[in-house]
C-alpha cells in the first residue's frame, strides 16, 4: 500500500481544497512564491555570486550552507504550490496531493541557527533568508490547515475515529 492509497478525505476536505486552490488568495500565494523563487535565482546567479567571492573563509562557508538552506525551502514551498495548481487544473487527484510526498507539513524544517561567519553574510542573502523563511512557514499552515492537523481527515484523527468506534464511542 503506497501513502497515495491510504489517503481518505471527507467530501468537505475536498471542498475546501477545491475552494482554496480556485481562491484569490492562492493566486497571490503562488505568484508571491514564483516571484520570490526568480529573484532568489537572480540574486545568486548575479550579485550573490560575486559577493560571496569576497567573504572570509568561515562566511563563505556560512553563505555556501544558507544558500542551500534557502533553495531548499524555496523548492519545497514551489513544489507544494505547483501541486495545488495541478490540482485546480484538474491535472492531478486530490487524494494523491494529500499525500505525504508532496505534503510541506511535517517536514523537517530547515531552520539552524547561522553557522559561525553568518553575521558577515551579504544583506541580500540576509534580506533573501527573511522572506523566504516567512513564505515557507505561510505555505506550511496552508499545507496543515487544508490536508492536516487543522482538519479531521489526518492520520490521527482517523486514528482517534477507530479507537472510539473500537471501545463503544468511550475513547
Known amino acids: 500500500m503506497t501513502d497515495i492509497d491510504s489517503i481518505a478525505l471527507s467530501d468537505a476536505a475536498i471542498d475546501r481544497i477545491v475552494q482554496f486552490a480556485k481562491s484569490s488568495m492562492f493566486e497571490r500565494t503562488f505568484k508571491d512564491g514564483m516571484a520570490l523563487l526568480e529573484e532568489t535565482s537572480a540574486y545568486l546567479d548575479g550579485p550573490g555570486r560575486a559577493a ?73 542573502l540576509r534580506g533573501l533568508i527573511g522572506q523566504v523563511r516567512a513564505l515557507h512557514e505561510r505555505v506550511r499552515r496552508l499545507d496543515e490547515d487544508m490536508y492536516g492537523e487543522g482538519g479531521a481527515d489526518n492520520a490521527v484523527g482517523a486514528h482517534f475515529a477507530r479507537l472510539q468506534q473500537a471501545f463503544g464511542g468511550k475513547a
Open 52 to 124: 560571496a567571492k569576497r567573504l572570509p573563509r568561515m562566511a563563505a562557508l556560512s553563505y555556501a550552507a544558507e544558500s542551500m538552506r534557502l533553495t531548499t525551502r524555496l523548492m519545497q514551498v514551489a513544489s507544494w504550490l505547483l501541486v495545488q495548481r495541478a490540482v485546480r487544473e484538474g491535472d492531478m487527484p486530490i487524494a494523491e496531493a494529500a499525500s505525504q510526498r508532496y505534503r510541506l507539513a511535517g517536514r523537517p524544517e530547515p531552520s539552524a541557527p547561522l553557522l559561525a561567519g553568518g553575521e558577515e553574510l551579504p544583506e541580500g
